[in-house]
Nanobody, 123 residues
Framework: QLQLVESGGGSVQAGGSLRLSCAASKIILSDKSVGWYRQDPGNQRALVASIPLSGSIYYEDSVKGRFTISRDDAKNMVYLQMTSLKPEDTAIYFC?????????????????WGQGVQVTVSS
């Protein structure tokens, strides 16, 4: 029973743009933090951007100024607008919901994950 479903991935040339969408079902996102992670072969899944319930939006340094995360609580959706894409942005992107701080590993850990969507940027 998928609760987060991503769409909008694909292949694009460097410098291009993509908009990822994440639709939630069976869960309400409006009372939860949300985020986008990405994972490329050989690396761990890493947080790209997140919107907390309070406080500032977070962006990983390499995407600042290029990616924009947003949410539409009325539609129960989360988005990631990606511009000026680079080959190193190539990865599987995952939508995440209800991110909680884990003091043991000192990282945010989501309660909900999407199945992932491939983004490929060619040079």
């Amino acid at each position: 029973q998928l609760q987060l479903v991503e769409s909008g991935g694909g292949s694009v040339q460097a410098g291009g743009s993509l908009r990822l969408s994440c639709a939630a079902s069976k869960i309400i996102l409006s009372d939860k933090s949300v985020g986008w992670y990405r994972q490329d072969p050989g690396n761990q899944r890493a947080l790209v951007a997140s919107i907390p319930l309070s406080g500032s939006i977070y962006y990983e340094d390499s995407v600042k100024g290029r990616f924009t995360i947003s949410r539409d609580d009325a539609k129960n959706m989360v988005y990631l607008q990606m511009t000026s894409l680079k080959p190193e942005d190539t990865a599987i992107y995952f939508c995440a919901g209800d991110l909680k701080w884990n003091p043991v590993i000192k990282q945010l850990v989501p309660d909900y994950w999407g199945q992932g969507v491939q983004v490929t940027v060619s040079s």
